[in-house]
């Protein structure tokens, strides 16, 4: 089983809608969670972190629930802009020597 | 400028070549990543460093080693190139410090193996 796992998509949706996206993770001892974006052929960047109580930055909603052991995402108001792969990322920071591990990504593609 | 630099960008070479693929970093950061991306397998860890004297393996080392000449710089080689080694490298840096998680990766370079 893949310790970080993601719908692969593509998700195909119109200007204006909303999606969500959910990442699942195996580690139950996980501690920082992350949403990057990476536009095709370019490098992945940072979208948002994701914290225990949820967050939200403009249009972009993040949840995390631990019981379930899994992250979600929610875009509202979808832009042509948003089109992209959507890699969730999942971290043991209690090491201070583990690298974050990435999941495969959700491909989104936003139509006018 | 790009703060993470890498180079080749694009590499075309046969099985059994050496090469090495350079990272240089200008955001002042200690640690430092190789990773590759695989279609449909997002991405794996290969090396990653905390300074200078500190190197350590990730998930799939095998097949390749690396060098951390200073804390500007971390080269990734494959001594002997095969065609499964086909991918596109990031490099990245993190600011341990902060530990925000936040990495920056460099543009990538996409390496052929034939």
């Known amino acids: 089983r893949k310790e970080v796992e993601q719908d692969p998509g593509p998700f195909n949706v119109p200007e204006g809608a909303t999606v969500a996206f959910n990442c699942t993770y195996s580690n139950s001892a996980s501690q920082s969670f992350f949403w990057y974006r990476q536009d095709c052929r370019k490098e992945p960047k940072l979208l948002m972190s994701v914290y225990s109580s949820g967050n939200e930055d403009g249009r972009f909603t993040a949840q995390l629930n631990r019981a379930s052991q899994y992250i979600s995402l929610l875009i509202r108001d979808s832009k042509l802009s948003d089109s992209a792969t959507y890699l969730c990322?999942?971290?043991?920071?209690?090491?201070?020597?583990?690298?974050?591990?990435f999941g495969s990504g959700t491909r989104l593609q936003v139509q006018p | 400028d790009a703060d993470v630099t890498q180079t080749p960008r694009n590499r075309i070479t046969k099985t059994g070549k050496r090469i090495m693929l350079e990272c240089s970093q200008t955001?002042?950061?200690?640690?430092m990543y190789w990773y590759r991306q695989d279609p449909g397998l997002g991405l794996q860890l290969i090396y990653y460093s905390f300074d200078v004297k500190d190197i350590n393996k990730g998930e799939i080392s095998d097949g390749y080693s690396v060098s951390r000449q200073a804390q500007a710089k971390f080269s990734l080689s494959l001594e002997s190139a095969i065609p499964n080694q086909t991918a596109l490298y990031f490099c990245?840096?993190?600011?341990?410090?902060?530990?925000?998680?936040?990495?920056?990766f460099g543009e990538g370079s996409r390496l052929t193996v034939l």
């Open positions: 955001k002042g950061h200690d640690r």
């Open positions: 990245a840096t993190s600011d341990g410090d902060r530990s925000t998680g936040e990495l920056f």
């Open positions: 990322v999942v971290s043991l920071m209690d090491t201070g020597r583990r690298a974050l591990t």
